[in-house]
């Protein structure tokens, strides 16, 4: 992706300097565009735990990346090996619903314990974690490519008219390092010439939506209208949506789908109102240990001050505005899970399958013995 046409991906290692990682800090979009250097294992954490950076495939990456940090730290009288034990479980309970953080760091993890020397140690925990990012990148121009193919049958059927597409928090180029996962379709899309218009849910409390897929949409040029969480139902009412595509930060295997909260909704409504509803899922966020997303997904329950106070920019500053009682109980869950009976279908990397346990096994036959 490009951010004033220059390309970027959300995840690198700093030119001239590999015991720096530097990602885009995504708290400050779309006021302002910052790089921010992370050197230790506690910046990884912090910045996942304070969504410096954000969405499930950019999360593992970024916390692959930390394990390698980690051992950069070591000093001459330091066990890397138990720097490692210890840095892992830390980095491991920054986030708890998506799973591609358990995905990276366990793979990482593995690789380490393989070697002996520290230096050893460290070129490996540096070409796994660049390998899974590499895996991510992939994952996402794959995804795009089979998910295509429904955005062109929807424009035949629409006889020109434009392909109205609504979507819901980031499942973008942002947090998926390029590409995207929902958005590879969009993207591939508009660059093949259909006319194509996205709906961004605004996504409270975080507001994901209009401030981070909002901008990158329109950085791509990509057609866009920001539209209240609670709009898309009356939209789909009116036959102004055409599909809804969206992200996934964990899937069992019997097709359920966690996602930012409200997704369900969303779901339901589409459901509702005859409207196919996709879930756009690389491999890394499939859960191979659980088969009843309902009951065993984890689900973050987040600050309650981020549903408190609102943040926003004034003269030039970012700044949070109080907009509910300081008296009033919150509760603040991160995400809710999509049953697989709303799901039209899973745009993996190795094609569309339906939401369930034999389809998704058929994709991916080597995960058999991990179920």
């Given at each position: 992706?490009?951010?004033n046409?220059?390309?970027y991906?959300t995840?690198?290692?700093?030119?001239?300097?590999?015991?720096?990682?530097?990602v885009?800090?995504?708290?400050?979009l779309p006021?302002?565009f910052?790089?921010?250097?992370?050197?230790?294992?506690?910046?990884v954490f912090?910045?996942i735990?304070?969504?410096?950076?954000?969405?499930?495939?950019?999360?593992?990456?970024?916390?692959?990346?930390?394990?390698?940090?980690?051992?950069?730290?070591?000093?001459?009288?330091?066990?890397?090996?138990?720097?490692?034990?210890?840095?892992a479980?830390?980095?491991?309970?920054?986030?708890?619903?998506a799973?591609?953080?358990?995905h990276?760091?366990n793979?990482?993890f593995?690789?380490?314990?393989?070697?002996?020397?520290?230096?050893?140690?460290?070129?490996?925990a540096r070409?796994?974690?660049?390998d899974?990012?590499?895996?991510?990148?992939d994952?996402?121009?794959?995804?795009?490519?089979?998910?295509?193919p429904?955005?062109?049958?929807?424009?035949?059927?629409?006889?020109?008219?434009?392909?109205?597409?609504?979507?819901?928090?980031?499942?973008?180029?942002?947090?998926?390092?390029d590409?995207?996962?929902?958005?590879?379709?969009?993207y591939?899309?508009?660059?093949?010439?259909i006319?194509?218009?996205?709906?961004?849910?605004?996504?409270r409390?975080?507001n994901?939506?209009?401030?981070?897929?909002?901008?990158?949409?329109?950085?791509h040029?990509?057609?866009c209208?920001?539209?209240?969480d609670n709009?898309?139902?009356?939209?789909?009412?009116?036959?102004?949506?055409?599909?809804v595509?969206?992200?996934?930060?964990r899937?069992s295997?019997?097709g359920?789908?966690?996602n930012?909260?409200?997704?369900?909704?969303?779901a339901?409504a589409?459901?509702d109102?005859?409207?196919?509803?996709y879930?756009a899922?690389?491999?890394s966020?499939i859960d191979w240990?659980i088969?009843?997303?309902?009951?065993?997904?984890?689900?973050?329950?987040?600050?309650?001050?981020?549903?408190?106070?609102?943040?926003?920019?004034?003269?030039?500053?970012?700044e949070?505005?109080l907009i509910?009682?300081t008296?009033s109980?919150?509760?603040?869950?991160a995400?809710?899970?999509?049953p697989?009976?709303l799901?039209?279908?899973?745009?993996?990397?190795?094609g569309?399958?339906?939401p369930?346990?034999?389809?998704?096994?058929?994709?991916?036959?080597?995960?058999?013995?991990?179920?």
């Amino acid at each position: 992706m490009k951010v004033n046409g220059i390309h970027y991906e959300t995840i690198w290692l700093k030119p001239g300097d590999n015991s720096v990682v530097q990602v885009i800090d995504q708290r400050y979009l779309p006021f302002k565009f910052i790089i921010a250097d992370l050197i230790t294992a506690e910046d990884v954490f912090l910045s996942i735990k304070n969504m410096q950076v954000r969405g499930a495939p950019l999360i593992g990456a970024t916390a692959a990346m930390g394990l390698y940090l980690a051992l950069l730290e070591c000093k001459e009288n330091d066990n890397p090996d138990t720097i490692l034990d210890e840095k892992a479980l830390y980095l491991l309970s920054s986030r708890p619903t998506a799973i591609n953080l358990a995905h990276a760091v366990n793979k990482v993890f593995q690789n380490v314990k393989m070697v002996k020397e520290l230096d050893d140690k460290i070129k490996v925990a540096r070409e796994t974690a660049l390998d899974i990012i590499n895996q991510e990148k992939d994952s996402s121009l794959n995804i795009g490519r089979y998910g295509l193919p429904l955005i062109e049958r929807l424009s035949v059927a629409n006889k020109g008219k434009p392909v109205n597409i609504l979507t819901h928090c980031n499942a973008g180029w942002l947090a998926c390092i390029d590409y995207g996962t929902a958005t590879a379709p969009i993207y591939m899309a508009h660059d093949s010439g259909i006319d194509i218009h996205v709906w961004v849910d605004e996504t409270r409390p975080r507001n994901q939506g209009s401030k981070l897929t909002a901008w990158e949409l329109q950085q791509h040029g990509v057609p866009c209208t920001i539209i209240t969480d609670n709009a898309g139902g009356h939209l789909m009412q009116h036959g102004l949506v055409d599909m809804v595509m969206v992200g996934c930060d964990r899937l069992s295997l019997n097709g359920d789908a966690a996602n930012k909260i409200g997704t369900y909704l969303k779901a339901l409504a589409a459901d509702d109102n005859n409207i196919p509803f996709y879930v756009a899922v690389p491999s890394s966020s499939i859960d191979w240990s659980i088969s009843d997303g309902l009951t065993e997904i984890p689900i973050e329950e987040r600050d309650e001050n981020e549903i408190r106070f609102i943040q926003g920019i004034r003269n030039g500053q970012l700044e949070e505005l109080l907009i509910a009682d300081t008296s009033s109980k919150i509760t603040n869950y991160a995400f809710d899970v999509t049953p697989a009976r709303l799901i039209a279908g899973l745009i993996t990397e190795k094609g569309i399958c339906k939401p369930e346990k034999n389809s998704i096994l058929e994709l991916f036959p080597e995960k058999t013995q991990m179920t």
